[in-house]
């Protein structure tokens, strides 16, 4: 799949997140030499980079973190809880962000009668996942092992409206 057919899904996935959280697009690799100075993975988490093609006006854009697994679930609402803290390469200034105190998965706990269960991505819960866009650096991410990351690209709408003064 070309770079240009990628970025187009990206924007796609902003209007159908339906879409996006079924069948997400894989972003491109990233080159080694790009990602060295972030440090590796400890034992038990892993490292995602995500690469993201430049825009006209990036300042207009955010990159929402979608973190969680796919598990088999019921009809009740699901989620993780954990914190995304974003720390300094030393000697760099780069951020990078990492998934920290994931607990869970809690859960509603309506009765379900009748209904099958399926398969879902369950995400964490919690603040600091809308990023902001930068096409210059790649978007480093530390999770626990088997926690996927995806992301969805928000833009600025056009259309600015006047406060009201009382």
């Not at 993201?52 to 009740?76: H, S």
């Not at 509603?108 to 398969?119: D, E, F, R």
């Not at 690209?153 to 003064?165: L, P, R």
Request: proline content about 6%; overall charge positive.
């Amino acid at each position: 799949m070309t770079f240009a057919i990628r970025a187009a899904l990206a924007a796609l996935c902003v209007t159908t997140a339906a879409a996006c959280v079924a069948a997400p697009a894989s972003a491109p690799a990233v080159p080694a030499e790009s990602i060295k100075m972030f440090p590796q993975a400890a034992a038990g988490q892993q490292r995602v980079v995500i690469a993201l093609p430049a825009l006209e006006n990036e300042g207009d854009a955010r990159v929402e973190l979608m973190i969680g697994k796919t598990l088999q679930t019921d009809c009740n609402q699901q989620w993780f809880g954990g914190e995304l803290t974003a720390e300094d390469v030393k000697g760099w200034g780069y951020t990078y962000y990492r998934l920290t105190d994931v607990k869970g998965p809690a859960s509603t706990l309506m009765a379900c009668p009748g209904q099958a269960p399926q398969q879902r991505f369950v995400q964490v819960r919690g603040d600091g996942q809308l990023l902001r866009y930068n096409s210059r650096l790649p978007l480093v991410v530390y999770v626990p092992d088997g926690f996927d990351v995806r992301y969805r690209v928000w833009h600025a709408s056009k259309d600015v409206q006047q406060a009201a003064k009382q």
